[in-house]
Protein backbone atom coordinates (compact mmCIF):
# COMPACT_ATOMS: atom_id res chain seq x y z
CA UNK A 1 0.00 0.00 0.00
CA UNK A 2 1.57 3.15 -1.08
CA UNK A 3 -0.07 6.50 1.20
CA UNK A 4 0.87 9.73 -0.95
CA UNK A 5 1.36 13.15 0.87
CA UNK A 6 1.34 16.43 -0.95
CA UNK A 7 2.47 19.73 -0.03
CA UNK A 8 0.99 23.23 -1.13
CA UNK A 9 2.83 25.60 1.16
CA UNK A 10 2.76 24.98 4.51
CA UNK A 11 -0.53 22.62 3.88
CA UNK A 12 -0.23 18.89 3.70
CA UNK A 13 -2.77 16.57 2.02
CA UNK A 14 -2.66 12.85 2.43
CA UNK A 15 -3.64 10.32 -0.21
CA UNK A 16 -4.06 7.10 0.98
CA UNK A 17 -4.00 4.11 -0.82
CA UNK A 18 -3.30 5.16 -3.84
CA UNK A 19 -2.65 2.75 -7.00
CA UNK A 20 0.89 1.78 -8.49
CA UNK A 21 0.10 4.05 -11.56
CA UNK A 22 -2.00 6.79 -9.30
CA UNK A 23 1.39 8.31 -7.57
CA UNK A 24 0.85 11.86 -7.88
CA UNK A 25 4.57 13.50 -9.02
CA UNK A 26 4.36 16.04 -6.87
CA UNK A 27 3.88 13.96 -3.89
CA UNK A 28 6.70 15.21 -1.57
CA UNK A 29 6.07 11.85 0.73
CA UNK A 30 5.37 8.58 -0.49
CA UNK A 31 5.02 5.99 2.53
CA UNK A 32 5.09 2.50 1.22
CA UNK A 33 3.39 -0.09 3.53
CA UNK A 34 3.66 -4.13 2.90
CA UNK A 35 4.57 -3.06 -1.09
CA UNK A 36 3.74 -5.46 -3.77
CA UNK A 37 6.34 -5.97 -6.63
CA UNK A 38 4.56 -3.85 -9.03
CA UNK A 39 4.22 -0.73 -6.05
CA UNK A 40 7.86 -1.14 -6.08
CA UNK A 41 9.04 -0.86 -9.85
CA UNK A 42 6.39 2.27 -10.22
CA UNK A 43 8.42 3.88 -7.29
CA UNK A 44 11.84 2.64 -8.78
CA UNK A 45 10.23 3.99 -12.26
CA UNK A 46 9.28 7.52 -10.83
CA UNK A 47 12.23 8.06 -8.29
CA UNK A 48 14.85 6.08 -10.71
CA UNK A 49 16.54 4.05 -7.81
CA UNK A 50 16.07 0.87 -7.05
CA UNK A 51 14.05 -0.07 -3.68
CA UNK A 52 15.66 -1.93 -0.99
CA UNK A 53 14.43 -5.60 -0.43
CA UNK A 54 13.12 -6.95 3.05
CA UNK A 55 16.01 -9.02 3.58
CA UNK A 56 18.66 -6.09 2.71
CA UNK A 57 16.72 -3.87 5.39
CA UNK A 58 17.52 -6.46 7.77
CA UNK A 59 21.17 -6.17 7.47
CA UNK A 60 22.98 -5.37 10.12
CA UNK A 61 26.09 -4.07 9.17
CA UNK A 62 26.14 -0.02 8.82
CA UNK A 63 27.07 -0.24 4.74
CA UNK A 64 23.67 -1.83 4.29
CA UNK A 65 21.70 0.40 6.31
CA UNK A 66 23.34 3.77 5.48
CA UNK A 67 24.57 4.67 2.37
CA UNK A 68 23.93 6.84 -1.12
CA UNK A 69 23.23 5.00 -4.49
CA UNK A 70 21.45 6.50 -7.46
CA UNK A 71 21.28 10.07 -6.77
CA UNK A 72 19.22 9.00 -3.25
CA UNK A 73 20.37 8.01 0.48
CA UNK A 74 19.15 5.44 1.90
CA UNK A 75 18.94 5.42 5.29
CA UNK A 76 17.80 2.45 7.73
CA UNK A 77 16.71 2.31 11.32
CA UNK A 78 14.69 -0.54 13.91
CA UNK A 79 11.79 1.06 15.38
CA UNK A 80 9.54 -0.45 18.06
CA UNK A 81 6.05 -1.25 17.41
CA UNK A 82 3.13 -3.33 18.80
CA UNK A 83 3.31 -1.57 22.32
CA UNK A 84 -0.11 -1.22 22.50
CA UNK A 85 -1.29 -4.47 21.87
CA UNK A 86 0.66 -5.95 24.33
CA UNK A 87 3.12 -7.54 22.13
CA UNK A 88 6.17 -5.41 21.59
CA UNK A 89 8.51 -6.12 19.03
CA UNK A 90 10.91 -3.95 16.60
CA UNK A 91 11.54 -3.91 12.58
CA UNK A 92 13.40 -1.79 10.34
CA UNK A 93 12.51 1.11 8.65
CA UNK A 94 13.84 2.36 5.82
CA UNK A 95 13.97 6.42 4.71
CA UNK A 96 14.98 7.29 1.30
CA UNK A 97 15.52 11.36 0.53
CA UNK A 98 15.84 10.96 -3.70
CA UNK A 99 15.83 14.43 -5.13
CA UNK A 100 12.92 16.63 -3.47
CA UNK A 101 10.67 13.71 -2.52
CA UNK A 102 11.01 11.41 0.75
CA UNK A 103 10.16 7.63 0.17
CA UNK A 104 9.50 5.40 3.72
CA UNK A 105 9.66 1.71 3.47
CA UNK A 106 8.15 -0.58 5.91
CA UNK A 107 6.83 -3.94 6.81
CA UNK A 108 5.64 -3.11 9.91
CA UNK A 109 3.29 -0.39 11.42
CA UNK A 110 4.93 2.02 14.56
CA UNK A 111 2.43 4.27 16.30
CA UNK A 112 4.78 7.17 15.69
CA UNK A 113 3.70 7.20 11.65
CA UNK A 114 -0.12 7.62 12.89
CA UNK A 115 1.13 10.43 14.93
CA UNK A 116 3.07 12.25 13.15
CA UNK A 117 0.75 11.47 9.78
CA UNK A 118 -1.93 12.94 11.91
CA UNK A 119 -0.48 16.52 12.96
CA UNK A 120 0.88 17.04 9.50
CA UNK A 121 -2.49 16.99 7.91
CA UNK A 122 -3.54 18.74 10.83
CA UNK A 123 -1.50 21.56 11.21
CA UNK A 124 -1.37 22.05 7.42
CA UNK A 125 -4.90 21.16 5.83
CA UNK A 126 -5.37 18.08 7.05
CA UNK A 127 -6.52 15.16 5.18
CA UNK A 128 -8.26 14.56 1.58
CA UNK A 129 -12.14 15.27 3.08
CA UNK A 130 -11.39 18.04 5.52
CA UNK A 131 -9.62 20.05 2.93
CA UNK A 132 -12.31 19.33 0.33
CA UNK A 133 -14.92 20.56 2.76
CA UNK A 134 -13.09 23.74 3.61
CA UNK A 135 -12.49 24.65 -0.15
CA UNK A 136 -15.91 24.06 -0.67
CA UNK A 137 -16.52 26.48 1.66
CA UNK A 138 -13.99 29.27 0.96
CA UNK A 139 -16.42 29.42 -2.27
CA UNK A 140 -19.02 31.63 -2.61
CA UNK A 141 -22.38 30.82 -2.61
CA UNK A 142 -24.72 31.47 -5.63
CA UNK A 143 -27.19 33.02 -3.03
CA UNK A 144 -23.96 35.55 -1.98
CA UNK A 145 -25.19 39.08 -2.46
CA UNK A 146 -22.00 41.46 -2.03
CA UNK A 147 -18.17 41.13 -2.79
CA UNK A 148 -16.81 37.67 -2.11
CA UNK A 149 -15.15 36.94 0.84
CA UNK A 150 -11.29 37.75 1.58
CA UNK A 151 -8.64 35.07 1.00
CA UNK A 152 -7.08 33.20 3.52
CA UNK A 153 -4.17 35.10 5.01
CA UNK A 154 -1.21 32.61 4.04
CA UNK A 155 0.27 30.61 6.74
CA UNK A 156 3.69 31.81 8.56
CA UNK A 157 5.28 28.64 8.49
CA UNK A 158 7.39 27.43 5.82
CA UNK A 159 6.95 25.43 2.66
CA UNK A 160 7.32 21.62 3.67
CA UNK A 161 9.84 19.60 2.21
CA UNK A 162 11.39 15.96 2.10
CA UNK A 163 14.22 17.04 4.89
CA UNK A 164 11.58 18.76 6.95
CA UNK A 165 9.22 15.96 6.87
CA UNK A 166 11.78 13.30 7.59
CA UNK A 167 13.29 15.14 10.60
CA UNK A 168 9.66 15.78 11.85
CA UNK A 169 8.96 11.87 11.61
CA UNK A 170 12.06 11.31 13.24
CA UNK A 171 11.33 13.64 16.13
CA UNK A 172 8.11 11.82 16.45
CA UNK A 173 9.87 8.62 16.53
CA UNK A 174 12.09 9.67 19.21
CA UNK A 175 9.36 11.47 21.19
CA UNK A 176 7.45 7.65 21.13
CA UNK A 177 11.14 6.32 22.43
CA UNK A 178 10.91 8.83 25.23
CA UNK A 179 6.95 7.69 25.88
CA UNK A 180 8.15 4.12 25.69
CA UNK A 181 10.82 4.43 28.43
CA UNK A 182 8.89 6.77 30.52
CA UNK A 183 6.37 3.73 30.81
CA UNK A 184 8.48 1.29 31.05
CA UNK A 185 10.39 3.48 34.54
CA UNK A 186 6.75 3.96 35.28
CA UNK A 187 6.14 -0.18 35.71
CA UNK A 188 9.34 -0.44 37.37
CA UNK A 189 8.68 1.55 39.83
CA UNK A 190 5.13 -0.64 40.77
CA UNK A 191 7.36 -3.48 40.31
CA UNK A 192 9.16 -2.22 43.04
CA UNK A 193 6.69 -1.23 45.37
CA UNK A 194 4.82 -4.55 45.37
CA UNK A 195 8.12 -6.67 45.40
CA UNK A 196 8.81 -4.51 48.96
CA UNK A 197 5.06 -4.33 49.84
CA UNK A 198 5.42 -8.28 49.92
CA UNK A 199 8.69 -8.14 52.03
CA UNK A 200 6.25 -6.09 55.07
CA UNK A 201 3.72 -8.98 54.77
CA UNK A 202 3.95 -11.82 57.44
CA UNK A 203 2.33 -13.95 55.74
CA UNK A 204 4.43 -15.90 52.66
CA UNK A 205 4.14 -14.44 49.17
CA UNK A 206 2.20 -17.19 47.24
CA UNK A 207 4.32 -18.76 44.50
CA UNK A 208 1.66 -17.07 41.86
CA UNK A 209 2.58 -13.62 42.99
CA UNK A 210 6.31 -14.45 42.31
CA UNK A 211 6.09 -15.83 38.95
CA UNK A 212 3.69 -12.79 38.04
CA UNK A 213 6.49 -10.49 39.10
CA UNK A 214 8.79 -12.18 37.17
CA UNK A 215 6.96 -11.90 34.14
CA UNK A 216 6.81 -8.15 34.31
CA UNK A 217 10.27 -7.97 35.28
CA UNK A 218 10.97 -9.76 32.41
CA UNK A 219 8.91 -7.82 29.75
CA UNK A 220 10.21 -4.70 30.79
CA UNK A 221 13.70 -5.70 30.23
CA UNK A 222 12.77 -7.04 26.92
CA UNK A 223 11.22 -3.66 25.83
CA UNK A 224 14.04 -2.26 27.28
CA UNK A 225 16.43 -3.77 25.46
CA UNK A 226 14.96 -3.92 22.55
CA UNK A 227 14.70 0.17 22.77
CA UNK A 228 18.58 0.11 23.43
CA UNK A 229 18.32 -1.59 20.21
CA UNK A 230 16.62 0.79 18.38
CA UNK A 231 18.60 3.71 20.02
CA UNK A 232 21.26 2.77 18.43
CA UNK A 233 20.39 2.57 14.69
CA UNK A 234 19.14 5.85 15.18
CA UNK A 235 22.36 6.97 17.07
CA UNK A 236 24.23 5.74 13.88
CA UNK A 237 21.37 7.35 11.31
CA UNK A 238 21.50 10.67 12.89
CA UNK A 239 25.28 11.61 12.00
CA UNK A 240 24.59 10.07 8.18
CA UNK A 241 21.52 12.68 8.09
CA UNK A 242 23.25 15.30 9.18
CA UNK A 243 26.21 14.74 6.09
CA UNK A 244 23.09 14.44 3.64
CA UNK A 245 21.47 17.55 5.18
CA UNK A 246 25.05 19.09 4.57
CA UNK A 247 25.13 18.11 0.83
CA UNK A 248 21.17 19.19 0.53
CA UNK A 249 21.39 22.12 1.97
CA UNK A 250 18.41 22.78 3.75
CA UNK A 251 17.04 25.72 6.45
CA UNK A 252 19.90 25.83 8.57
CA UNK A 253 16.80 25.30 11.57
CA UNK A 254 16.98 21.58 10.13
CA UNK A 255 20.54 21.03 11.17
CA UNK A 256 20.06 22.38 14.62
CA UNK A 257 17.04 19.81 15.07
CA UNK A 258 19.31 16.69 13.96
CA UNK A 259 21.73 18.19 16.29
CA UNK A 260 18.98 18.22 19.56
CA UNK A 261 17.67 14.88 18.23
CA UNK A 262 21.03 13.63 18.32
CA UNK A 263 21.46 14.68 21.94
CA UNK A 264 18.12 13.29 22.83
CA UNK A 265 19.15 10.50 21.65
CA UNK A 266 22.76 10.50 23.49
CA UNK A 267 20.14 11.17 27.02
CA UNK A 268 18.11 8.32 26.28
CA UNK A 269 20.67 5.91 26.11
CA UNK A 270 21.69 6.94 29.11
CA UNK A 271 18.25 6.78 30.70
CA UNK A 272 18.33 2.99 28.90
CA UNK A 273 21.36 2.03 30.93
CA UNK A 274 19.31 3.35 34.70
CA UNK A 275 16.36 1.21 33.71
CA UNK A 276 18.85 -1.62 32.77
CA UNK A 277 20.37 -1.61 36.31
CA UNK A 278 16.93 -0.89 38.05
CA UNK A 279 16.03 -4.20 36.21
CA UNK A 280 18.72 -6.41 37.28
CA UNK A 281 18.28 -4.80 40.82
CA UNK A 282 14.85 -5.32 40.79
CA UNK A 283 15.03 -9.08 39.42
CA UNK A 284 17.94 -10.53 42.06
CA UNK A 285 15.80 -8.42 44.71
CA UNK A 286 12.73 -10.98 43.22
CA UNK A 287 14.87 -14.53 43.33
CA UNK A 288 16.14 -12.99 46.68
CA UNK A 289 12.86 -12.92 48.30
CA UNK A 290 11.99 -16.24 46.67
CA UNK A 291 15.23 -17.90 48.41
CA UNK A 292 13.78 -16.05 51.51
CA UNK A 293 11.05 -17.68 51.30
CA UNK A 294 12.22 -21.05 50.58
CA UNK A 295 14.16 -20.96 53.20
CA UNK A 296 11.36 -20.05 55.63
CA UNK A 297 9.78 -22.59 54.70
CA UNK A 298 12.52 -25.38 55.24
CA UNK A 299 13.73 -24.07 58.72
CA UNK A 300 9.83 -24.90 59.29
CA UNK A 301 10.32 -28.62 58.60
CA UNK A 302 13.53 -28.57 59.95
CA UNK A 303 12.38 -27.22 63.67
CA UNK A 304 9.37 -29.44 63.20
CA UNK A 305 11.93 -32.42 63.00
CA UNK A 306 14.10 -31.30 64.98
CA UNK A 307 10.92 -31.23 67.67
CA UNK A 308 9.60 -34.82 66.98
CA UNK A 309 12.97 -36.17 67.80
CA UNK A 310 12.40 -36.71 71.45
CA UNK A 311 9.05 -37.78 71.59
CA UNK A 312 9.90 -40.45 69.35
CA UNK A 313 13.06 -41.19 71.25
CA UNK A 314 10.49 -41.57 74.67
CA UNK A 315 8.33 -43.54 72.40
CA UNK A 316 10.66 -46.35 70.76
CA UNK A 317 12.59 -46.72 74.83
CA UNK A 318 8.83 -47.63 75.51
CA UNK A 319 8.08 -49.70 72.54
CA UNK A 320 11.30 -51.99 73.44
CA UNK A 321 10.50 -55.33 74.40
CA UNK A 322 11.48 -56.62 77.99
CA UNK A 323 10.05 -58.11 80.76
CA UNK A 324 11.89 -56.34 83.44
CA UNK A 325 10.56 -52.24 82.56
CA UNK A 326 9.16 -50.42 86.33
CA UNK A 327 7.06 -48.36 84.20
CA UNK A 328 5.13 -51.40 82.96
CA UNK A 329 3.81 -52.35 86.15
CA UNK A 330 3.05 -49.10 87.48
CA UNK A 331 -0.68 -48.02 87.19
CA UNK A 332 0.43 -44.05 86.27
CA UNK A 333 3.34 -45.28 83.71
CA UNK A 334 1.16 -44.40 80.21
CA UNK A 335 0.21 -41.18 81.22
CA UNK A 336 3.98 -40.58 82.87
CA UNK A 337 5.26 -41.42 78.93
CA UNK A 338 2.92 -39.56 77.70
CA UNK A 339 3.94 -36.37 79.43
CA UNK A 340 7.52 -37.14 78.40
CA UNK A 341 6.79 -36.84 74.88
CA UNK A 342 5.15 -33.83 74.74
CA UNK A 343 7.74 -32.22 77.70
CA UNK A 344 10.39 -33.03 75.38
CA UNK A 345 8.73 -31.54 72.11
CA UNK A 346 8.11 -28.47 73.80
CA UNK A 347 11.65 -28.00 75.65
CA UNK A 348 13.26 -27.76 72.10
CA UNK A 349 10.65 -25.67 70.27
CA UNK A 350 10.69 -22.83 73.08
CA UNK A 351 14.64 -23.07 73.18
CA UNK A 352 14.32 -22.18 69.13
CA UNK A 353 12.11 -19.53 70.23
CA UNK A 354 14.09 -17.96 72.89
CA UNK A 355 17.29 -17.82 70.72
CA UNK A 356 14.58 -16.26 67.79
CA UNK A 357 15.16 -18.80 65.29
CA UNK A 358 11.49 -19.15 64.92
Given at each position: ?7 F???V ?29 A ?40 L ?5 D????T ?49 H ?17 A ?15 A ?34 L ?12 R ?12 P ?24 D ?7 V ?7 T ?13 Q ?8 V ?24 L???L ?9 V????L ?11
Amino acid sequence: MIDAYTAFGSHVRRHPGVHADEIPPEAVWLDLRNPTRDEEMAIETLCGIEVPTREEMREIEVSSRLYSEDGGDFMTASLVYGLDEGRPDFGPVTFILVQNRLITLRYTDPKSFHIFSTKLCRDGSGSGNGEGARSKQALPSPLHYGPPPAPPKPSRRGSQSADSIMIGLLETVIDRVADMLEAIAADLDRIGTDIFRSSDDKTPTPTADFQQLLKRIGAAGDLSSRTRESLATLDRLLPYLQFVLDRRKPQKELKLRVKAMARDVSSLNDFVSFLSNKTTFLLDTTVGMISIEQNAIIKIFSVAAVGFMPPTLVASIYGMNFTHMPELTWPLGYPMALGVMVLSALLPLLFFRHKKWL
